[in-house]
């Protein structure tokens, strides 16, 4: 049987006051770190490019053979390739590959090792025994050699089919984590209390348990998503897969092949998909230790 309580109007008004103070407070944390503010544009420029940034290009660049390695200029702001195609371009349409893929695969880590670690840390410990051992297994399995493997029956053509085997071999971390923090908060007084008032596992879970939980899988979440850009530029970088598609693991990859790492020419082709990984990386890192000291006031800087 579910019990609801009903809140007088004073004490529901004191308690959207003071979440609205929260949100006050935590609003102004952020803007005082003008690193934060950058962190937060950057991603969403980044979000943009891969979302609108193809459409603004033909599906097949144009090649300029007269054009090889020319230097940044107003035609072409970031230089050309080996080919001649504006480098700028390239990054623009290779964005979405990488980030669609590892948005993909951080949605399957977010609902795969959430919902294991919360089931592992709360229910009866034959069921989660059972969901650990699953785990353990996941993180028992090299996540990057099997993409090896898989790539020489799998083109991996589509961001998404990308996405999907990195999110299947990539949950058991965050499902560990989780099921550790669920461990602690199912000895709290507020999880006797729901406990007491006859609450269901389930909606003492989502609704106890997985709130005060968000802030922790968000941060860990995003670490998780660096990874992943990393694993599928890296795949693509060492030749391991065929570049059907345009991403900025093939521009390294072709940046290497072609010598621009022997040559100044090809200098701003062969930097510029390194320096929007390096900045991708910079801007999640900085947004998961916001939300850190968002949450834990024993590391705000006041």
């Given at each position: 049987m579910t019990t609801s309580i009903a809140l007088p109007p004073e004490q529901l008004h004191q308690a959207m006051q003071r979440s609205r103070q929260r949100s006050t407070r935590r609003w102004r944390l952020f803007i005082s770190t003008p690193g934060r503010i950058a962190a937060s544009v950057i991603i969403v420029i980044f979000t943009l490019t891969a979302v609108a940034g193809p459409y603004l290009y033909p599906k097949n660049l144009p090649i300029n053979p007269h054009n090889i390695y020319a230097?940044?200029?107003l035609a072409h702001p970031?230089?050309?390739?080996?080919?001649?195609?504006?480098?700028?371009?390239?990054?623009?349409?290779?964005?979405?590959?990488?980030?669609?893929?590892?948005?993909?695969?951080?949605?399957i880590t977010l609902g795969v090792g959430t919902v294991a670690g919360l089931a592992a840390g709360y229910y009866s410990r034959l069921t989660g025994s059972a969901i650990m051992r699953v785990t353990d297994f996941v993180l028992a399995v090299p996540g990057f050699p099997v993409l090896v493997v898989l790539a020489t029956i799998w083109q991996f053509g589509s961001p998404l089919a990308m996405g999907f085997v990195m999110g299947v071999f990539g949950w058991g971390g965050i499902a560990r984590a989780v099921r550790a923090q669920t461990l602690s908060l199912r000895e709290r007084g507020f999880v006797e209390a729901a406990h007491g008032l006859g609450l269901s596992g389930r909606r003492i879970i989502f609704t106890e348990v997985l709130p005060n939980l968000a802030p922790y899988i968000g941060m860990n979440l995003m670490l998780a998503i660096t990874?992943?850009?990393?694993?599928?530029?890296g795949l693509f970088f060492l030749g391991l897969v065929s570049y059907s598609t345009s991403n900025w693991g093939v521009m390294l990859f072709q940046a290497f092949q072609a010598g621009a790492a022997t040559s100044t020419r090809g200098l701003a082709?062969?930097?510029?998909?390194?320096?929007?990984?390096?900045?991708?990386?910079?801007?999640?890192?900085?947004?998961?230790?916001?939300?850190?000291?968002?949450?834990n006031p024993r590391l705000r800087r006041i």
């Open positions: 230097p940044p200029s970031l230089g050309t390739d080996f080919e001649g195609t504006d480098v700028l371009a390239l990054l623009v349409t290779g964005s979405r590959y990488v980030l669609f893929a590892a948005a993909v695969a951080a949605v990874a992943f850009i990393y694993t599928e530029v082709y062969l930097l510029s998909p390194l320096i929007c990984i390096l900045l991708i990386t910079i801007s999640l890192v900085t947004l998961a230790n916001a939300v850190d000291e968002f949450f």
